[in-house]
């Protein structure tokens, strides 16, 4: 009955606790509510459901390398070759933003005490997008690898090509593919890391051709997104096309690794091609 019921007193505004903004933070794969320091300690993986959130550059380096990055080409820019109308005002604001210079970071660092030529890209840089300076940043990782002999290590992450850069972004996908030629004629062993997404012209490039191919569970991987797919074929796609388990099953891919594994499977494949104990 309503009459002997209490009444909950609520504090006045002043004296109610606060919660901090970005202390809880929602799992997009099953709705869970994750308590966000912990996430942090889980690598920003989803306990419950194992869902894998986006992270950036500079997470992949303290998850992946023993140590410091020594980071190579800071001092690259990009321009506007087309004069796209707003195109360096939105480069400075994500600059700024993020605290990156481009959306990928290369340079040389040690994994399980190997040293490899590492490049990592970061999504939260324009979509991860592939402009002139990105192909040119991860060219000139693959040609150091060569010249030092060292493996090469690369984490894909984009949206494809940079619109804003036209055909110039596009002639990238050739030029770090007949670097990658070359790596291959040297027999340096190349590692490519897919994590979510990793598309267009990306995928189509330098990170689908790895001697080891691994993603991380649940990426999104391929070169057209399906709504275009579907309208051009007219039929449905298969459920969960395009994918990391689909592409694996389709031999896009060689394996499948949960971040916090991966550091430790990539030592274990140095270590077998390398031949080292």
């Known amino acids: 009955m309503k009459w002997f019921r209490r009444k909950r007193k609520l504090k006045p505004p002043e004296e109610r606790k606060i919660v901090p903004d970005g202390l809880w933070q929602k799992c997009e794969g099953c709705g869970e509510i994750l308590y966000r320091k912990e996430l942090e300690r889980d690598l920003f993986v989803c306990k419950k459901c194992g869902y894998h959130f986006r992270i950036g550059s500079k997470e992949y380096i303290k998850i992946l390398l023993d140590g410091e990055l020594k980071e190579q080409d800071t001092t690259i820019t990009t321009t506007d070759p087309l004069h796209f109308d707003g195109y360096v005002k939105q480069i400075k604001e994500t600059q700024e933003k993020k605290g990156l210079k481009e959306a990928v970071v290369t340079g040389e660092g040690e994994i399980g005490g190997f040293e490899v030529e590492f490049a990592v890209m970061d999504f939260g840089f324009r979509g991860g997008s592939m402009g002139s300076v990105v192909g040119e940043k991860v060219k000139r990782a693959i040609l150091r690898a060569i010249e030092k002999k060292i493996p090469l290590v690369i984490v894909s992450s984009s949206g494809g090509a940079r619109m804003q850069e036209g055909i110039l972004s596009l002639m990238q996908m050739a030029k770090t593919g007949s670097a990658l030629a070359e790596l291959e004629k040297a027999r340096i062993p190349y590692i490519s890391i897919l994590t979510d997404p990793t598309t267009a ?24 997104g399906p709504r275009v797919i579907e309208q051009t074929i007219k039929q449905k796609l298969p459920e969960g096309f395009q994918r990391a388990k689909f592409l694996l099953e389709h031999g896009f891919v060689d394996t499948i690794v949960d971040r916090k594994e991966l550091r430790d499977t990539v030592i274990t494949i140095l270590r077998f091609l390398l031949q080292k104990k």
Do not use: N, R, T
């Open 201 to 224: 012209g990306v995928m189509a490039s330098y990170s689908s051709i790895g001697d080891i191919v691994i993603s991380e569970p649940g990426a999104l991987l391929g070169f057209a």
